[in-house]
């Protein structure tokens, strides 16, 4: 069965979203560790989260993927807000181990105009003092549209982050995979709608395919290449839309590619529970 589900709102604890992902048909989720604009994390409570555990072990849920809200930046020109970033990620992953064994996935910031080696550079460093050995949660890199000085928006930068880490902490060399967006790398010019095959043979190629951890199943609102990264319901956009050079087809491609389709899937659409429940009957019969 295809692990996939959407983000829920840890609004009201950590087994509530459990319940939540369950009424819409859901065997996995996203959540964001803190406000996705940043702030305090909410208080733990261990039986809370206990709680959780036992629910997703009762349902045979696949790994969870949390989200590190959009505020931190590793590779800022501001050294405030990189400590903000790293200090805050540190505090997450470490609250990540009461769920072990989950995905942990960041943006890897903007390098506002320094360059992206340098950019590099500090998001390798901010990695390595935020992780530790033997830590229970994978760190994922997410793919991105490349949108003004965004980082990320290659495999390349991504495999450049992933060997600086590896370099200065082999340690870690485990601990850090990718989460591929669909809208974002259709929007960074990757053909996923045309040619899936070939840039999943050029991620294996730059980055490797044990690297690629989770997905992020979002139509997209502009055309291969756009660099603008806005998000569409499935079906809506140029991957999903026969309409705009799409289709039902490029969708079942992606939800049953051997080198995705055993990974969990987390729906970043705009959508409420309702839609997301749609959205996850109609690409589970795209699976089947």
Not at 56 to 78: D, I, M, Q, W
Not at 86 to 94: G, N, T
Not at 167 to 195: F, N, W
């Amino acid at each position: 069965m295809l692990t996939i589900g959407c983000h829920v709102s840890i609004a009201k604890g950590y087994a509530a979203m459990g319940r939540t992902a369950c009424s819409i048909g859901a065997n996995t989720f996203a959540f964001f560790t803190r406000n996705p604009r940043g702030g305090n994390a909410r208080s733990l409570d261990e039986n809370d989260i206990a709680a959780l555990r036992s629910l997703l072990a009762e349902h045979g849920f696949g790994r969870l993927v949390a989200h590190a809200p959009y505020t931190y930046n590793l590779c800022s020109a501001k050294e405030d807000a990189r400590a903000f970033a790293i200090a805050s990620m540190r505090e997450d992953l470490e609250r990540m181990e009461f769920l072990p064994g989950q995905y942990y996935n960041f943006h890897p910031g903007s390098h506002v105009g320094q360059g992206s080696e340098r950019g590099v550079e500090l998001i390798a460093a901010g990695l390595c003092q935020v992780m530790h050995e033997g830590m229970a949660t994978r760190v994922l890199l997410e793919t991105m549209a490349g949108k003004g000085t965004e980082m990320g928006r290659s495999f390349e930068e991504l495999a450049k982050i992933i060997a600086l880490v590896e370099q200065k902490r082999p340690e870690l060399s485990g601990a850090l995979g990718v989460c591929l967006d669909t809208c974002h790398v259709s929007d960074a010019g990757y053909d996923i709608i045309h040619d899936l095959d070939g840039v999943l043979a050029h991620f294996d190629e730059v980055i490797g395919l044990e690297r690629l951890c989770a997905v992020h199943l979002n139509d997209s609102k502009n055309p291969c290449g756009a660099h603008k990264d806005r998000h569409a319901c499935i079906g809506e956009g140029y991957l999903g839309s026969a309409a705009l050079g799409g289709g039902e087809d490029v969708l079942r491609a992606i939800v049953t590619h051997p080198a995705l389709k055993d990974l969990p899937f987390i729906l970043e659409t705009p959508n409420e529970l309702d839609g997301y429940a749609r959205e996850i009957a109609y690409l589970r019969g795209l699976a089947e």
